[in-house]
């Protein structure tokens, strides 16, 4: 279920921003900052980000003492070696307690850990600092949005992302991590306007594949929310084409087609639900 | 049919024609500031039980998920009594301190009387069924076991007696919850038991992680125990029907809970089982009337087996109510930490949609770890709310640890118009933080509101009184049925409606086995009563019942009612 996805795009200022090695899951926001691109990590690449996004510049802010722990860090993080990342990361935040861009990495780390809580005041200092504090201050809203998300924070999570979106209004991941809080408010005009947004921004870009089934796959729960079975249909089909080993999408799919009644169809899609689901409980540990 | 109304004055009985007025869908109601309020009565209340778990810190799944509770009229006398199958420790599962019965004296007030009760067994308890299984008018308890389960014959003078050899019952797999209901229609009570997993505490499995940590394992990877659907033969014997019936043909599960209600309103009583770590099941009634047993599992193409990204659950507790007010029983269920709380809406009698977002009851059970629930209007506002009894089962979460704590508060959500809100202060009884896991939810006092109590994992059972106390907001329906197996209206519905100003539903309860959590459900029907809500009627639907002519079809009957009553409807 992991996919190395390196991608060059155009920034806005004209910036070429290197797009790493990200991990697809399927789960709301477990890529947030990974599957998608995001903020720079310095040095010739950036960390993961929205596939669109202009981010700040990589190279010019960082530490005037290069530690070569950063680095690791960040190759970790893209390898998703996280108790390697957060295992360094927190070495630095040991020695150097007070520097926030530490403090960032090991938020991040234990965000892409789902150790959301323990992430949390990592993130929220990095992002009370001014965006200038360190090159990736600016997105540490976002993961902070992401904990607060999985938390179960919807507000605080909305706020964090309104304010990500407000300086990177091109940002996909947190287009959708918008889309599925006014889902989850049950404002459901407002969700179909971001996951379509979201898809919008990251368009037919090769890489993104795993990204638009995603978003297609909420936008389905959107429209089928609003019984408009035939388009959710479409958006399920769309998701699982882009992305055939989406479970998820699969299991949308044969939901929607039962509903329809083409229940032979829903058959063959649960079946495939299946046999993705049986291939990766035997790829992963026991819990 | 006759109608029996205490409590209030009298009341002209005037049976109105069926179906006189339309089914309009029932209206949200905007309500008023919150008044939910608890407190805690234990002291004094006489109950002085703890639940034995195992011991803490917890270290093998045996020992996590607590025993259950059973709201029992074991004297007949009216209100309900309550019974605490108890648990036991790894060093002894056979013996533990025992189980535990008490009687109501009324005013949250109760008498110990488990020494009275003859057969008091000690195995290690979960959760227990109660009702008439032999019909000689008292009802019984079926107490799932780690181990064989137990029957426990009511004698009527306070003693209980061991009949499960002479009843054919006693499978020794670990069972988690069960529930008497006439599956049948043949007039007697039949009995479904849901089975959790194969465990041997001698050879755990090794620990697995969770959120980076080191925890005792979980189900996954243990077998999976099949389900058993007993019938009963109306000589005080069962037979296990599950392979002919269907039961076998689903894939196993980690059984926990289960509800069997009427989902798609045919008069035959439908079973979903809540199962741990994977997806549930909805067996549907297709027996024939006069015919034998026969399921259809439905789980995964009703859409009620997983939440909305198609993932299995590890489901616990299960609420059953009508949230969108189309009719049907929705169902509500909880689940782990870092998961959420699940709303299935049932559309049609044939598919559900998980709509957990729709009414705001996703965000907020996040960090907890959900058991014991149920739909009840605490507040009398006319809408149901909903409490969620909350305690992670590994003893080292913490919210940083593993974004939950071990102890937790209740989850107490109000419904406000459209969606549920959640009620930051819902008094002292209703605040702090336990290992909670199962409770029972009924009018203990009969003050005509909703009392709990709820079982902490080795800890003392709490009395919770609901301090809404006013007289003359409520309604309160209970059903006598004419067959043992309807004894209690189990399968019923029960309607609340209105003439003034058009003729609409106001709201809906299902009367249904299984319950919170290995608990019963309350067979009593509570109805709050805003000032609003004039000219009122009530109406019951039995589930079909073998009568003196046959499978009579069932009966819809309007009767007027006015709040500050306690019904009685007893069927012909």
Same mark, same amino acid.
């Given at each position: ?26 789960? !709301?926001? @477990?890529?947030?900052? *990974?599957?998608?691109? =995001? ?7 950036? %960390? /993961? $980000? #929205? ?83 360190? !090159?990736? @201050?600016?997105?540490? *809203?976002?993961?902070? =949005? ?7 924070? %919807? /507000? $605080? #999570? ?130 | ?572």
């Amino acid at each position: 279920m992991k996919e190395l996805r390196t991608q060059w795009t155009v920034a806005a200022g004209g910036a070429i921003i290197g797009l790493l090695a990200l991990i697809f899951d399927p789960t !709301p926001g @477990a890529n947030a900052g *990974v599957a998608n691109p =995001g903020p720079p990590i310095g040095g010739q690449e950036a %960390l /993961p $980000g #929205a596939v669109t996004t202009p981010v700040p510049p990589p190279v010019a802010a960082t530490p005037a003492a290069p530690d070569p722990r950063w680095e690791v860090v960040r190759k970790l993080l893209r390898s998703s070696q996280y108790p390697s990342a957060e295992a360094v990361a927190r070495s630095l935040v040991k020695e150097r307690p007070e520097d926030l861009r530490a403090g960032f990495y090991l938020g991040l780390a234990l965000h892409k850990e789902k150790r959301y809580g323990e992430a949390l005041p990592y993130l929220e200092r990095a992002s009370a600092a001014p965006v200038d504090s360190f !090159p990736e @201050a600016a997105h540490a *809203v976002h993961y902070l =949005g992401w904990c607060r998300y999985y938390l179960g924070d %919807l /507000p $605080g #999570a909305r706020v964090a992302f309104t304010t990500h979106a407000s300086a990177f209004p091109n940002y996909d991941d947190t287009q959708f991590a918008l889309g599925l809080i006014a889902y989850e408010e049950d404002r459901v005009i407002d969700s179909e306007v971001y996951f379509r947004r979201a898809l919008k921004l990251l368009g037919e870009q090769q890489g993104a594949a795993r990204e638009r089934a995603k978003n297609l796959a909420r936008l389905g729960d959107v429209l089928l929310r609003q019984d408009r079975l035939p388009e959710a249909e479409q958006c399920y089909r769309q998701a699982v084409d882009l992305f055939e080993t989406h479970g998820e999408a699969w299991s949308k799919l044969a939901r929607v087609l039962d509903r329809l009644g083409r229940a032979s169809d829903a058959a063959n899609a649960r079946a495939r639900q299946a046999e993705i689901k049986a291939r990766t409980e035997t790829e992963k540990p026991l819990p | 049919m006759n109608m029996i109304i205490t409590n209030t004055c009298a009341v002209a009985l005037t049976l109105a024609a069926p179906h006189l007025y339309a089914h309009a869908q029932t209206a949200p109601v905007v309500a008023p500031p919150a008044s939910i309020r608890f407190e805690d009565a234990t002291a004094g209340s006489g109950i002085d039980a703890v639940m034995t778990s195992g011991k803490l810190p917890s270290t093998q799944i045996v020992e996590v998920k607590g025993g259950g509770l059973a709201l029992i009229d074991f004297d007949g006398d009216g209100d309900m009594d309550l019974f605490m199958p108890n648990g036991a420790t790894l060093a002894d599962p056979e013996h533990g301190p025992g189980a535990r019965l008490f009687e109501n004296l009324g005013g949250l007030k109760f008498r110990d009387v488990s020494e009275r009760m003859g057969a008091r067994p000690t195995r290690w308890a979960f959760g227990c069924a109660t009702g008439d299984y032999d019909g000689d008018g008292r009802d019984d308890l079926y107490i799932c076991c780690f181990g064989a389960d137990i029957l426990l014959k009511n004698m009527g003078d306070g003693r209980f007696t061991d009949v499960t050899a002479q009843a054919g019952l006693g499978d020794p797999a670990w069972s988690t919850s069960a529930g008497f209901a006439d599956l049948d229609m043949d007039g007697d009570l039949d009995l479904f038991v849901v089975n959790y997993l194969d465990f041997d505490p001698s050879m755990p499995p090794p620990p697995a992680a969770f959120k980076g940590m080191q925890v005792m394992a979980g189900p996954r990877g243990l077998p999976a125990r099949a389900d058993i659907l007993y019938e009963n033969r109306g000589d005080g014997t069962f037979r296990d029907v599950s392979e002919s019936a269907g039961i076998r043909k689903a894939i196993p599960g980690y059984g926990l809970n289960l509800a069997v209600v009427d989902f798609d309103a045919d008069g035959r009583l439908d079973v979903f089982v809540a199962n741990d770590s994977e997806q549930n099941s909805l067996f549907m009634n297709r027996t024939e009337p006069g015919g034998p047993l026969r399921f259809e599992e439905r789980g995964m193409t009703s859409g009620i087996a997983t939440n909305i990204d198609g993932a299995g659950q590890a489901t616990m507790g299960i609420a059953i109510g009508d949230v969108d007010g189309n009719g049907r029983p929705d169902v509500f269920t909880t689940n782990f930490s870092s998961d959420t709380n699940t709303l299935h809406l049932n559309l049609d009698g044939k598919f559900f949609d998980d709509r957990t977002a729709q009414f705001g009851l996703g965000a907020a059970s996040r960090p907890l770890l959900g058991w014991a629930t149920s739909f009840d209007d605490l507040d009398h506002d006319g809408a149901e709310d909903v409490v969620v009894f909350n305690g992670h089962v590994y003893p080292q979460a913490t919210k940083v640890a593993m974004d939950s704590d071990y102890q937790q508060p209740p989850l107490v959500m109000r419904r406000v118009g459209a969606r549920f809100e959640v009620v930051t202060d819902p008094g002292a009884g209703l605040r702090g933080a336990h290992r909670d896991r199962t409770a029972v939810f009924n009018d203990l006092d009969s003050d005509g509101d909703i009392d709990i109590v709820v079982a902490e994992l080795n800890g003392p059972l709490r009395v919770l009184r609901n301090m809404h106390d006013q007289s003359h907001d409520w309604i309160k329906v209970r059903l006598r049925g004419p067959t043992p197996g309807t004894s209690h209206g189990i399968g019923a519905w029960v309607e609340l409606s209105t003439r003034t100003p058009t003729p609409r539903v106001l709201a809906k309860r299902w009367i249904w086995a299984g319950g919170p959590f290995q608990s019963t459900a309350s067979t009593e029907v509570q109805f709050g009563v805003p000032d609003s809500w004039k000219d009122l009627q009530l109406e019951v639907r039995w589930p079909i019942v073998k009568g003196p002519a046959g499978f009579a079809p069932y009966a819809e009957v309007k009767y007027p009612v006015t709040p500050g009553s306690t019904v009685e409807f007893v069927h012909p």
